[in-house]
């Protein structure tokens, strides 16, 4: 290792593998610590599957004599309401897991775990979608688990809709996950996040295609029919829906595209070193608050 | 693992960096040195900017104003060098609890680019190092703060670093575990040549012929070897000269000299 200390072989040996086998060692790193972390946190995964659960058994079984379901696409025969709402779990199970691995992040940061990922050498937008990767990863898990229980319970899609799903669970994971990013990223206290995950996904939920077909919130309120219908989420849930039933909602394609690369490109924006939010604000503390107007 | 260096050699050079949160300047004009194989102590109070130019070294967001680099590497321009030759212990603890000391280990190097294989063989040598040899498959919850600690600094050599910073890393540990921690880290120095960084706002952490960078409410007022920055003071000690030179009261002690 001697004769090293010219600079520019310094540089050659330090910097980590260039190639994409170092990009994968890293990806590879932060998915396989998220899934550790998943496994010790057996409270979060029951939580996980519970709470679409109680939907499920409950609320449905509550609600099927309520309310009748037409014929609508992508179904072709008149359908029970539970099988209606299941597409519209699987996205709350993401909607909740890319909020909650941000709460982690929110959390993450001021432990300072996120500033372990920080230094990283390699970029950071690399690092942010590694993370949203690990995080999405996490949600097949949770939702292929809720999957295997709907199925038991007589909610049965086409064999090779399970399979024509995925894709659909990777973009509207990419989505939600995405959005938890970038609210990670502005909101700096678990209390705000807290407030912000009751403002985010109490609203995003419910004002939505999860729980009732539009056309039936369209009766009720001209307005609430138009925000559902702008609102990304109702786009993920009816492009898991379609995908279930072997079909590709085109409209619903191009919005949760579009929307989960408006999120990460403002999420990368808020965690980059020169423009970001960080370097305003005071960034995740290292341990220390920084107290505004303490050093004067 | 000798390496050749030269007193020339510097692992981080800061030059008139400055930096404000809105209207408030944390940093004012900072400028300081660490040479390869030095340990240099950043002392100052709480609050007086220590946090905020670690966040600039290690990245987490730019500097206003100045220029920062490691071994050469400006941390702007060239940052993927500049963040692969440094390696860091937070002050706050940045563990995974419920992961095993090689799990964390594991993941630390993973973001460094270095695979399993390689990253056992260094993670089993540097354990040994800091004395957590055979508590590999423990969990991290397990151990003591000191242990804790002695872990980060395992974590933070794993990637090769040649410059480590500390931020106040003895805060919360007996005396035995901040002596420990003090005399593995001037091996470092000794042995492998390291170029130190080492906040804190607690005088007796500093030894003879240490260097020493006096930051007080954003600027640098004073540095050099610890002899230096006393006569500099006219004190005979650094405590007096600490106390001169930020305007506190001579006589009874305070937080700092804890």
Redesign the interface.
């Known amino acids: 290792m001697s004769g090293l200390a010219q600079q520019g072989q310094v540089a050659a040996k330090g910097i980590p593998a260039a190639g994409v086998s170092g990009y994968l060692v890293c990806l590879t790193g932060i998915v396989w610590r998220e899934g550790l972390r998943f496994l010790h946190q057996r409270g979060r995964f029951l939580s996980a599957l519970v709470r679409p659960l109680v939907w499920l058994f409950i609320f449905a079984a509550g609600f099927r004599a309520a309310l009748g379901v037409s014929i609508i696409p992508p179904y072709q025969t008149y359908i029970l309401y539970e099988v209606y709402i299941m597409p519209g779990l699987v996205a709350m199970i993401q909607l909740f897991n890319g909020l909650q691995s941000s709460l982690s992040m929110v959390y993450d940061r001021e432990v300072g775990a996120m500033r372990i990922l920080l230094v990283s050498p390699y970029p950071r937008w690399f690092l942010l979608l590694s993370k949203l990767v690990a995080g999405i990863a996490v949600s097949l898990i949770q939702v292929g688990a809720f999957l295997v229980i709907a199925y038991f319970w007589g909610i049965r899609p086409p064999a090779l809709g399970y399979l024509a799903v995925l894709p659909a669970l990777v973009l509207s994971g990419l989505m939600l996950g995405a959005l938890g990013l970038l609210l990670s990223s502005v909101f700096r206290q678990l209390e705000n996040f807290a407030s912000v995950m009751n403002f985010v996904i109490f609203p995003m939920f419910f004002a939505s295609s999860a729980l009732y077909p539009l056309w039936r919130v369209r009766e009720s309120s001209v307005l609430l029919y138009d925000i559902c219908r702008f609102n990304p989420f109702t786009h993920a849930v009816e492009l898991i829906r379609y995908a279930l039933y072997l079909q590709v909602n085109w409209t619903s394609l191009a919005v949760v595209v579009g929307t989960a690369a408006v999120f990460m490109t403002l999420a990368v924006v808020a965690y980059d070193p020169a423009k970001g939010l960080l370097a305003r604000r005071g960034g995740p503390a290292g341990g220390k608050p920084q107290v505004p107007g303490r050093e004067a | ?6 007193a020339s ?1 510097l692992a981080l050079e800061v030059e008139a960096v400055s ?1 404000s ?2 209207s ?1 300047k ?1 940093l004012d004009g900072v400028s300081l040195q660490v040479g390869e194989g030095s340990f240099t102590a950043l002392l100052g109070l ?4 220590k ?2 130019l ?2 600039l070294i ?5 500097s206003r104003s100045g220029s920062i680099r490691v ?3 400006d941390v ?1 321009q ?4 500049a ?4 390696g ?1 212990v ?7 609890l ?2 095993s000391l090689r ?1 964390n280990l ?10 399993p294989r390689q990253a056992r063989r260094r993670a089993c040598a540097l354990l040994e190092r800091v004395g957590l040899e055979g508590r590999e498959t423990e969990r991290v919850r397990v151990l003591s703060g000191g242990q804790m600690r002695r872990l980060e600094i395992a974590r933070a050599l794993l ?4 410059l480590l910073l500390l ?2 890393p003895t ?1 919360g540990l007996d005396v035995g575990a901040r002596h420990d921690l003090l005399a593995e880290v001037r091996r470092l120095v000794a042995e492998e040549g390291l170029g130190v960084l080492w906040a804190t706002h607690l005088i007796d952490e500093i030894g003879p012929g240490d260097q020493v960078v006096v930051l007080h ?2 600027r640098v007022l004073a540095s050099g070897s610890r002899e230096a920055v006393a006569a500099q003071a006219g004190s005979e000690d650094l405590l007096g000269a600490f106390r001169k030179i930020v305007g506190l009261p001579q006589a009874p002690l305070t937080e700092a000299t804890a």
């Not at chain 2, 060239?78 to 060098?81: D, N």
């Not at chain 2, 937070?90 to 995974?96: C, G, I, M, N």
């Not at chain 2, 990637?159 to 040649?162: A, F, K, L, N, V």
């Open positions: 693992m000798a390496r050749e260096r030269s050699e930096h949160f809105g408030r944390a709480n609050g007086a900017g946090t905020t670690f966040s290690t990245r987490l967001y730019n071994m050469g590497h702007r060239e940052p993927r060098a963040l692969a030759a440094l860091v937070f002050q706050a603890r940045t563990l995974d419920e992961l799990q594991l993941y630390h190097a993973a973001l460094h680019g270095i695979g990637h090769q670093p040649r931020d106040e805060v409410e954003g």
